[in-house]
Structure formats: structure tokens, C-alpha cells
């Protein structure tokens, strides 16, 4: 089985920054993308970055309303991933979760970004970990 366990989460104000770190473990295997995901109250889960490793090209990918602000890196090598987040807002309050891939499917450049923002393309998932921005 695999396991994917986030930290980094906490109640912080408007503007400040926090960084989300997930690392997946358990019995062999190999992380060909990796995203992260939120859901607030009363609102379906949404994408929010991906970073994808299969065909080898480290591509990331951004939700629009966290472009610019948000920053996803990670290691493939060791299934690390990590969020920084910085001008946060209020709206930014939600359940993080974080979630891989372990197939090893390259994307088409004009069908990546709708493949890796998908939920259903990941096949482990974390707990979560509360982010809360007060105004």
C-alpha cells in the first residue's frame, strides 16, 4: 500500500504565506505526477498545481486563481511534493490534499492540462491538511 501524509497547514491572515508538504511512502513504486487539491465547505474538491514527471518532463500546472501566487516543486525521486503559497487570501480556506500518480501515461501537450487538473487521474491520496487565511 501506499501512503501519502501532508503537513504545513495552519490558521494564518490575509497576505501571509504558508508552504504544504506531502510525501508519499509504502512499498515500491515510482510517482509520475503529483497535485494538489482543495475543497472548502460546501463546495466540490477543485484542482489547485500538479507537477508531472512521466516522459520526464517536470510540467506544472496551475489553477488560474492561484497563478502567481502559488508555486508547486517536488522530487520524483524521493515522491516529495511541496506548495508554497504566499498572498493569501480568504477564499484560499480549505481541506489541502494531496494526491499521486504512480502510471506512467505521458500527455499530448494539448491534452495535459485537462489530464492532470482530473481527479480521477490519481490513485492515492492523503488525509488533507486545514488551511484557514482570516481577513
Known amino acids: 500500500q501506499v501512503r501519502l501524509v501532508e503537513s504545513g497547514g495552519g490558521l494564518v491572515q490575509a497576505g501571509d504565506s504558508l508552504r504544504l508538504s506531502c510525501t508519499a511512502s509504502?512499498?515500491?513504486?515510482?510517482?509520475?505526477?503529483m497535485g494538489w487539491f482543495r475543497q472548502a465547505p460546501g463546495k466540490e474538491r477543485e484542482f489547485v498545481a500538479a507537477?508531472?514527471?512521466?516522459?520526464?518532463?517536470?510540467?506544472?500546472y496551475y489553477a488560474d486563481s492561484v497563478k502567481g501566487r502559488f508555486t508547486i516543486s517536488g522530487d520524483n525521486a524521493k515522491s516529495t511534493v511541496y506548495l508554497q503559497m504566499n498572498s493569501l487570501k480568504p477564499e484560499d480556506t480549505a481541506v489541502y490534499s494531496c494526491?499521486?500518480?504512480?502510471?506512467?501515461?505521458?500527455?499530448?501537450?494539448?491534452?495535459?492540462?485537462?489530464?492532470?487538473?482530473?481527479?480521477?487521474?490519481?490513485?492515492?491520496w492523503g488525509q488533507g491538511t486545514q488551511v484557514t487565511v482570516s481577513s
Open positions: 509504502g512499498r515500491p513504486f515510482s510517482t509520475f505526477a
Open positions: 507537477v508531472s514527471w512521466s516522459g520526464g518532463d517536470g510540467n506544472r
Open positions: 494526491a499521486a500518480d504512480l502510471v506512467d501515461r505521458p500527455e499530448t501537450p494539448s491534452m495535459a492540462f485537462g489530464a492532470y487538473t482530473n481527479p480521477r487521474r490519481y490513485n492515492y
